[in-house]
């Protein structure tokens, strides 16, 4: 039984580490988080301490990491994206691995310091990368590998959908300041990024159509692909026969007008995640490289507007 600490532990995913840690048959030890509406801990680990100020959390693993018997080998982060970069490097500062939630960090230059600490500290940094193990993307990902070996220069034409509605809390909250998120791409879209160049290859080109506080969507040029993508948290770009059996979310993912079906399993996978760092395995600071320089570059770039390969969601919003 592994002892593991938890960053965050109020916000949306955090219950899905909770469930992870204790599926793995492991313990958690300590959980912090400013806001202290965190009833949900008392179905997992009722006996576990909990702080409200980070000073005091701190503290707590630093005594822990003096004592075999209570040391704290794994920290979970499930914090807002802005604070992953100091909370992974709180981490191996007091000897523990970091598991930590997407997107790892806001800008490719914090992976290149992680990696310098990560070597000087002798402990680990994890990503939850986690549609790498959704069996259904395990599968298309064989699928593709056998086609690109009869077809090297095989180029498969994507369009990627994402719609998760929120509400106007959203933008009130640390998920709506792009200084503090990374804007839609990071916040949302930053797995189907990673998918994609993992199965498809690395970007050759980006584009942005549309970028708006609620809406981005745009163009990459894979190795293998070309991906037209739209992101949206607004409820009105639902497609209307999915309002009306009363779904707020759309997900799809064509690859040359073909649907993807991915939507079942996503709930397990956290723990799938858990087990496979646990038994060796896991996603590190260099597989979460390709899609950090995804987003980041999206944030940088001028949308077009209308122009050149868009998303045909993108008339809904023009």
């Known amino acids: ?4 600490a938890l960053i965050g532990a109020s916000g949306y995913i955090a ?12 313990n ?12 949900i801990i008392d179905s997992n680990f009722p006996e576990a301490y909990f702080f409200t100020e980070y000073e005091l959390f701190e503290s707590f693993v630093e005594r822990c990491q ?3 018997e209570q040391k704290i080998e794994y920290i979970s982060i499930a914090s807002p994206n802005y604070l992953h970069y100091s909370h992974i490097r709180a981490a191996l500062q007091n000897a523990s691995h970091a598991i930590c939630e997407k997107p790892l960090v806001l800008d490719s230059k914090e ?11 002798g402990k680990k940094v994890y990503t939850v990368l986690q549609l790498r193990l959704h069996d259904s993307i395990v599968a298309l990902k064989k699928k593709i590998a056998d086609e690109l070996k009869q077809n ?4 498969y034409e994507i369009d990627l959908t994402y719609i998760t509605s929120r509400g106007r809390w959203y933008f009130a909250s640390w998920k709506g300041d792009e200084a503090k998120s990374g804007g839609i791409a990071s916040n949302i879209g930053v797995h189907f990024f990673d998918m994609l160049s993992w199965i498809f290859g690395e970007v050759k080109e980006s ?8 809406i981005n969507a745009g163009f990459m040029r ?23 059996a009363g779904q707020r979310t759309y997900r799809s993912i064509k690859i040359n007008d073909e649907e993807i079906e991915f939507s079942e399993g996503f709930t397990d996978l956290h723990t799938k995640s858990y087990q496979d760092i646990l038994d060796g395995g896991g996603f590190g600071l260099e597989d979460a490289r390709g899609s950090i320089n995804i987003v980041s570059e999206i944030r940088e770039l001028t949308p077009l507007g209308l122009r050149g390969e868009y998303h045909p969601f993108c008339i809904k919003v023009t």
């Open 1 to 4: 039984m592994k002892n593991f």
């Open 15 to 26: 219950p899905r580490h909770m469930k992870a840690i204790k599926e793995t048959r492991n």
């Open 28 to 39: 958690l030890v300590a959980a912090f988080d400013p806001y202290d509406g965190i009833g």
């Open 66 to 68: 003096r004592s075999e």
């Open 111 to 121: 992976i290149d310091e992680l990696l310098a600490m990560e070597k000087n500290s």
């Open 152 to 155: 090297p220069n095989k180029i």
């Open 207 to 214: 584009f942005v159509h549309v970028k708006q506080a609620d």
């Open 222 to 244: 894979l190795k293998n692909a070309n991906v037209r993508w739209f992101l949206s948290v607004n409820y009105e770009h639902v497609p209307n026969e999915l309002k009306a």
